[in-house]
């Protein structure tokens, strides 16, 4: 049985990776070039589509959620990390009480609480279940869910209000003051609701509050430049297997901010010009290790094709951003280095902002092209990373 049986969902949860990571079977047949243009269109249009609805469901979301929140509030926007929870809460928190908690201290100590409460922990069918939900909401990229809501307001003895587009203010202990307050857009991710003007909280003789030259001490992930800095605060990502980037390159460099690309078959000479090229398009480019040129039989002789040729062999991998992410390529543990010598592993990474607190927050990148038919020890490894 599932170790969050038990549990009432109030409030629907569902999963985000944090890592991105991109992989295509190697090896087929090659379609003649107007049936790649075609498929390629067609899964373009399809990933277009998806996307819009995506946008258009949480724009619906968004809006319902500010038809609720009272004329006094707004909704102020935290980092969706997989810790937006404990932000949005700390935040709420702080405006309430005084009380200042960063989010990883909050995860502990929520996590704690809940393995301490026997009214939390009794929600488990199972000692087994309980130890493998705590072990994995310690993890700081875990959601919160709504046994933390109960979690945290127990622990600061605060109301909670969590605001749903779908099932309107879900209230936790109503008994208790002052009220903590999230929007929940119904599908992944929480925000703070703050009240538009100043609150005078009664300090807690136990959580003074720091409060140089008299002016509240922002707390520390929240940076107040982070709100001006909107260099990467929407992003397009695209991941294509091209099996012929070159022939394709000049209409994809505008479909994305950042293209994760596999089976490029560039060589050693087709990377340098590839590389040219999209600098003087204002394009970063992250190569993985050159393709082999191809080898053909001539006159009974198997020979290699010219150095200065673009193309090579199947295989190849690279990732492309526009100059305004700070693409950086990232160095390669001894375990990955044998993917990087096949010509199928790169990796890069690019920080969320240009300053403030986004600017120590990375979003990596890995575009990886699958080994098949080759040694199994490299195959194991690809597996296995």
């Not at 990571?21 to 390629?40: I, T, V, Y």
């Not at 297997?241 to 390159?249: G, P, Q, Y």
């Not at 901010?257 to 480019?285: H, K, M, P, W, Y």
Request: overall charge positive; some cysteine; proline content about 6%.
């Amino acid at each position: 049985m599932n170790h969050v049986s038990k549990m009432t969902q109030l409030i629907p949860q569902t999963t985000c990776s944090k890592v991105i990571s991109f992989a295509s079977p190697g090896g087929g047949k090659r379609l003649p070039e107007n049936l790649e243009d075609l498929e390629l269109q067609r899964v373009l249009a399809l990933s277009l589509k998806e996307h819009t609805q995506a946008s258009a469901n949480r724009k619906a979301a968004a809006a319902a959620l500010q038809r609720q929140i009272p004329d006094d509030s707004h909704i102020q926007s935290v980092i969706g990390d997989g810790a937006c929870l404990f932000r949005a809460f700390a935040r709420s928190l702080f405006e309430q009480t005084g009380i200042r908690k960063n989010p990883v201290d909050l995860r502990k100590e929520c996590v704690q609480n809940i393995e301490q409460t026997q009214v939390l922990i009794n929600r488990f069918d199972s000692h087994q279940d309980a130890t493998e939900y705590l072990n994995a909401m310690a993890m700081d990229t875990t959601y919160g869910d709504e046994l933390c809501v109960h979690s945290l307001a127990l622990l600061f003895s605060v109301h909670v209000q969590v605001y749903t587009p779908n099932y309107g203010v879900q209230e936790f202990y109503t008994e208790f003051s002052p009220t903590v307050r999230l929007a929940y857009n119904g599908y992944d991710h929480y925000d703070v609701i703050l009240s538009r003007q100043p609150i005078q909280y009664p300090h807690s003789p136990q959580h003074t509050p720091e409060i140089p030259n008299g002016k509240p001490k922002p707390l520390e992930e929240d940076n107040p430049t982070d709100s001006k800095d909107t260099s990467c605060k929407i992003l397009k990502i695209l991941s294509l297997n091209v099996n012929s980037w070159m022939l394709h390159r000049d209409s994809l460099i505008k479909q994305a901010d950042v293209l994760v690309v596999q089976e490029t078959r560039l060589t050693a000479a087709g990377t340098r010009s590839n590389t040219i090229f999209l600098q003087s398009n204002g394009i970063r480019a992250i190569h993985g290790e050159a393709c082999p040129p191809v080898t053909f039989r001539k006159g009974g002789q198997l020979r290699t094709a010219r150095a200065s040729t673009p193309t090579g062999r199947q295989g190849g991998v690279a990732i492309f951003a526009k100059d305004k992410c700070s693409l950086q390529p990232c160095s390669c543990t001894p375990e990955v280095l044998p993917l990087f010598k096949t010509a199928r592993w790169v990796h890069a990474a690019f920080p969320l902002a240009a300053k403030g607190a986004n600017s120590k927050r990375f979003l990596h990148i890995i575009s990886f092209y699958n080994l098949s038919g080759r040694d199994q020890g490299l195959i194991r490894t690809n597996r296995n990373i």
